[in-house]
């Protein structure tokens, strides 16, 4: 299966649990919205319910997350990055804060969070229950592809426009997978 998710806003170097969950919050309607297209919507009532032996749903602090690739369904991701930042070439790396720092802050807001990664006193908002993420653990990336380029139009250092085109497959055929796997 593949898609392409979408973020422009801010993208802190070493972002702190705050900064991740805000991206988390700009994900989840696309994933929401992903979950209501083929072929995630013919998994969706299993996958999304608690009772399903199957089911993609975390509970963690208070907070119920959903991941589409995940290891309940040998699921696993490939990624390719492209993320503009309004600099000119050669500034790409050395201004506005190092590229692999801000590459770890998004692919930590593309999972589920850890116990210790949820902002305290954070709840969840109107139709953020569940919160849908793209990833149970980052540790499900098997490629991960990343190109820098300016961002055009845009003065705030701190802006970057990211486009994150995934490839889903499984390590494991099942029934319940088979057809979220490319």
Not at 8 to 30: I, M, V
Not at 85 to 100: A, F, N, Q, S
Request: charged content about 25%; some cysteine.
């Amino acid at each position: 299966m593949k898609f392409t998710l979408h973020y422009r806003g801010s993208l802190k170097t070493n972002g702190r649990p705050k900064d991740k969950q805000a991206l988390r919050r700009a994900f989840h309607f696309q994933i929401k919205d992903l979950w209501t297209r083929s072929p995630l919507v013919h998994q969706a009532e299993h996958f999304l319910s608690q009772e399903y032996e199957l089911s993609v749903i975390r509970q963690i602090n208070g907070w119920t997350f959903s991941s589409v690739v995940n290891k309940t369904n040998y699921l696993v991701a490939e990624l390719d990055i492209i993320i503009l930042r309004p600099e000119e070439p050669g500034e790409l790396v050395t201004k506005g804060g190092d590229i692999d720092n801000r590459l770890k802050t998004l692919l930590d807001a593309l999972s589920i969070p850890k116990s210790e990664q949820i902002p305290p006193g954070d709840t969840p908002g109107e139709d953020e229950t569940p919160l849908h993420c793209l990833l149970e653990d980052d540790n499900l990336i098997t490629g991960l592809s990343v190109s820098v380029d300016r961002l055009l139009g845009s003065k705030d250092p701190s802006e970057v426009l990211a486009i994150i085109h995934i490839n889903i497959s499984a390590t494991r055929g099942t029934l319940e997978n088979l057809d979220l796997s490319s």
